[in-house]
């Protein structure tokens, strides 16, 4: 099997993706969170402050991300990035449901 045969597969699947996006009127937005113990902050600010007021070190999460910063690793904040699809007034984070459920509007049964 060629190598390069999957970048162009998916490739192809991303432009095919974004057509339907652009057809249904789908819009992607990717928002990253940060997590603290058990909480989960948009804002690394806010997760590093309230490490910060519970004094607590590092565990063993292991940060996601290239851009993790010294106070991420400190504290042992992780990041994960999410993109959220929306048609309409829904939100998915799956982009096949999203253009599943603009299917389901435009040729209801």
Not at 84 to 102: C, E, H, M, S, V
């Amino acid at each position: 099997m060629d190598p390069t045969d999957g970048a162009e597969a998916s490739t192809v699947s991303s432009l095919e993706a974004g057509n339907e996006m652009a057809k249904y009127g789908i819009t992607c937005v990717s928002v990253d969170y940060f997590h603290f113990g058990s909480f989960r902050y948009t804002n690394l600010k806010d997760a590093v402050a309230e490490a910060k007021r519970r004094k607590i070190p590092k565990d063993s999460a292991q940060v996601i991300g290239p851009e993790s910063s010294e106070e991420m690793l400190q504290f042992g904040i992780t990041r994960s990035p999410v993109d959220y699809f929306y048609y309409r007034n829904f939100r998915y984070t799956n982009l096949k449901d999203a253009i599943a459920g603009a299917k389901r509007d435009q040729f209801p049964e």
